[in-house]
């Protein structure tokens, strides 16, 4: 374990808003199927061309469910077998004739053959209530939620399925603690080699600069003549300072330590794993927990879905011979940490806070 000062613990906690990056896709359009949906960056052609074909597809879904826009449906559209067409998904609302929300879903993919659309048979295709990702490479990405009719439900599985000549069928599965230690095997390796792209690509700019570890540095300095702000720019300029060496090797090493470990469930749920070593005096403790639907995304004005959250904590104790004030010693149990804690968001890892001891 690299050095945790272990002095009085004192904490540091910096509120780093979840980031809000998306994830790239073909086209991801809005429930509203009058409104074109093309990539955010697609040219007004391109845009006018899937609006066209998405509404080519809808003509023909009514053929089959004429009602399948009563309860609300989203779609994409992407070229999936590769032939040069775009297709389309349609995912929509199922329940019974007066109800006014879904109760469940239907996924419907309609491949593109010549001027027509042709549905793929309802065989092999999602059992689990699923929520549409992206298009991307000419692969269906899904999502699995909780409950289909609620409000906000909460991811529990990634999903990818791809065209197998026949069919579109599935390809890949994670379940949210493979995700979620997926994404934390990527931050470790970037805080183990200095990927400062990675590391800041899950922050959310600009930054509370109160709170932050980073008494008596230069980005300290920076961020009083900025209002208190951190940008983007000045987190790159001042990224050791924010990050130093110290800092960076203790999260990867906590995680590096546990993500192999077996995680076991406590009565609420939340997944743990830990693993202890003795090294001199000191004892070092590196855990990682897991917690499934957290309370953090019902605050106020958070628009984000949080379907985990995470702690990453180093830390260490250790018996500290000092003065006992009469002339003699005794011995006192001194503790630090240091802690990472992350919320998982769209099925990415964003750094939400942090705790140095120090």
């Given amino acids: 374990m690299r050095k945790i000062a272990v002095l009085s613990l004192m904490l540091g906690l910096a509120a780093c808003q979840s980031g809000t990056d998306a994830a790239p896709a073909d086209a991801a359009a809005p429930k509203d199927p009058s409104v074109a949906a093309p990539a955010a960056s697609a040219p007004a052609a391109t845009a006018e061309a899937q609006k066209a074909t998405a509404e080519r597809a809808f003509a023909a879904l009514r053929k089959l469910d004429p009602g399948f826009e009563q309860l609300g449906f989203e779609h994409l559209v992407g070229d999936l077998d590769r032939d040069g067409h775009d297709d389309v998904v349609v995912l929509f609302g199922q329940g019974t004739p007066d109800a006014t929300m879904a109760a469940s879903k239907k996924l419907v993919v309609l491949m593109s053959r010549g001027q027509d659309f042709q549905a793929l048979p309802q065989a092999g295709m999602p059992e689990f209530c699923p929520e549409l990702d992206k298009i991307s490479t000419g692969r269906l990405y899904l999502r699995a939620i909780d409950i289909c009719s609620a409000a906000r439900p909460k991811t529990t599985d990634y999903y990818v399925y791809a065209w197998n000549g026949q069919t579109v069928a599935q390809a890949e599965h994670q379940s949210r603690q493979q995700r979620v230690l997926s994404e934390l095997a990527e931050l470790g ?40 702000k951190i940008d983007r720019a000045l987190a790159e300029k001042h990224y050791a300072d924010l990050f130093p060496d110290s800092r960076a090797d203790t999260y990867a090493e906590t995680i590096e330590q546990v993500i192999g470990q077996t995680f076991a469930s406590e009565p609420d749920g939340t997944l743990v794993a830990s693993r202890s070593q003795q090294r001199g005096k000191s004892e070092e403790t590196y855990s990682i927990s897991i917690q499934p639907d957290p309370d953090a995304d019902r605050e106020e004005g958070n628009d984000e879905l949080i379907d985990a959250q995470v702690s990453v904590l180093a830390a260490v104790a250790e018996e500290v011979e000092v003065n006992d004030g009469e002339g003699g010693k005794s011995v006192e149990r001194q503790e630090g940490a240091e802690s990472l804690i992350l919320h998982l968001i769209d099925g990415r890892l964003r750094l939400a806070a942090f705790n140095v001891a120090g």
Avoid at 193 to 221: C, H, Q, S, W
């Fill in 189 to 228: 390796r970037a805080f183990r080699t200095r990927d400062k792209n990675i590391v800041l690509g899950r922050m959310n700019f600009p930054l509370e600069a109160i709170g932050l570890p980073i008494y008596e540095t230069e980005l300290e300095k920076a961020a009083k003549a900025a209002g208190g």
